[in-house]
């Protein structure tokens, strides 16, 4: 059974740092990416950040460019969202997502999110 869980988010003021980690487990195929999304109350959930497993190309949201990075650890099955500069419009349930088999960005397994709340 494929779980992936989250861990990182909590109660930051504006300005600060979270670093929100995601690992992966039983999966039977290799990873071919993961992302992060976040989902705000009442809004849609909206792509963050995404990095393939084999290249080194991470893709962003324009906003959450320059102050969000994405990265990954093979060995462990782990992506990181390190999140700087957070402000209150940041505040959402963050998910983690993975692909695998076939490259691309259409994610098959997501995690259950967690709270991230950036007080001002």
């Known amino acids: 059974q494929v779980q992936l869980v989250e861990s990182g988010g909590g109660l930051v003021q504006a300005g600060g740092s979270l670093r929100l980690s995601c690992v992966a487990s039983g999966l039977t195929f290799s990873i071919s990416a993961m992302g992060w999304f976040r989902q705000a109350p009442g809004k849609e959930r909206e792509f963050v950040a995404a990095i393939s497993w084999s290249g080194n190309s991470p893709y962003y949201t324009n906003s959450m460019k320059g102050r969000f990075a994405i990265s990954r650890d093979n060995a462990q099955n782990t992506v990181y969202l390190q999140m700087n500069s957070l402000n209150p419009e940041d505040t959402a349930v963050y998910f983690c997502?993975?692909?695998?088999?076939?490259?691309?960005?259409?994610?098959?397994?997501w995690g259950q999110g967690t709270q991230v709340t950036v007080s001002s």
């Open positions: 997502a993975v692909k695998v088999g076939s490259a691309g960005y259409d994610f098959d397994y």
